[in-house]
């Protein structure tokens, strides 16, 4: 385990060096992913997005790392398709 850590932290500049010292608690500073924003957030064939939504999938978009938790029935499973359907438009 500790040699693919190593592995995944070889690269200081890149999105894994950054998950791999966020993973061992270390400071690390905040990075912003460059990426435009779209002007709708929602996925075809999926239910509008609520603004917590909106706001998660947009910080999703922003950031090398996100969590997106909630209770059942929130809509985390259609936040995700949201997000994927983003990503394939990248």
């Known amino acids: ?8 932290a070889v690269d200081e500049t890149s999105v894994s060096g950054y998950i791999y010292h966020h993973l061992l608690g270390h400071e690390v ?5 460059r ?11 999926l239910p509008e997005l609520n ?8 910080s999703v978009l922003q950031k090398p ?4 938790q909630g209770p059942p029935g929130t809509g985390k499973t259609v936040t995700s398709a949201a997000i994927v359907h983003q990503k394939t438009l990248c």
Do not use: D, H, Y
């Open 1 to 8: 385990m500790q040699g693919a850590m190593k592995t995944f």
């Open 65 to 68: 790392v996100s969590l997106i």
């Open 29 to 33: 500073e905040l990075q912003m992913v």
């Open 51 to 58: 603004a917590s939504q909106v706001f998660a999938v947009k």
């Open 35 to 45: 990426n435009t924003l779209p002007c709708r957030f929602g996925a075809p064939g």
